[in-house]
Nanobody, 122 residues
Framework: QVQLVESGGGLVQAGGSLRLSCAAS????????KGWFRQAPGKEREFVAA????????NYADSVKGRFTISRDNAKNTVYLQMNSLKPEDTAVYYC???????????????WGQGTQVTVSS
């Protein structure tokens, strides 16, 4: 199993940018598909983005396509979420997730981080 720790959240104005990081520890990090989810107050947790173990394949929720970019550096055991053109509706706790397949990560990941708060002011 892999352990995940997020960082990089904070307060930003609408239209601004943030980059989230997710540091992983544990064995075979590079073999895990990684993803990001978010949960806004009073709403269910929702899928945001996923990236294959090689980084060659990515998936995004329609709500963030063209604004968010997921990437990974297997040498640093880290996955990133670059968020541009942020909107107030992007306000949420963002969670890093991991699984053995993209289908698993987009559905029910096997590992979760503790989350980092992102707040976008209007």
């Amino acid at each position: 199993q892999v352990q995940l720790v997020e960082s990089g959240g904070g307060l930003v104005q609408a239209g601004g940018s943030l980059r989230l990081s997710c540091a992983a520890s544990g064995r075979t990090f590079s073999r895990y598909v990684k993803g990001w989810f978010r949960q806004a107050p009073g709403k269910e947790r929702e899928f945001v983005a996923a990236i294959s173990w090689s980084g060659g394949s990515t998936n995004y929720a329609d709500s963030v396509k063209g604004r968010f970019t997921i990437s990974r550096d297997n040498a640093k055991n880290t996955v990133y979420l670059q968020m541009n053109s942020l909107k107030p509706e992007d306000t949420a706790v963002y969670y890093c997730a991991a699984g053995l397949t993209t289908v698993q990560v987009m559905g029910v990941p096997s590992s979760w981080g503790q989350g980092t708060q992102v707040t976008v002011s209007s």
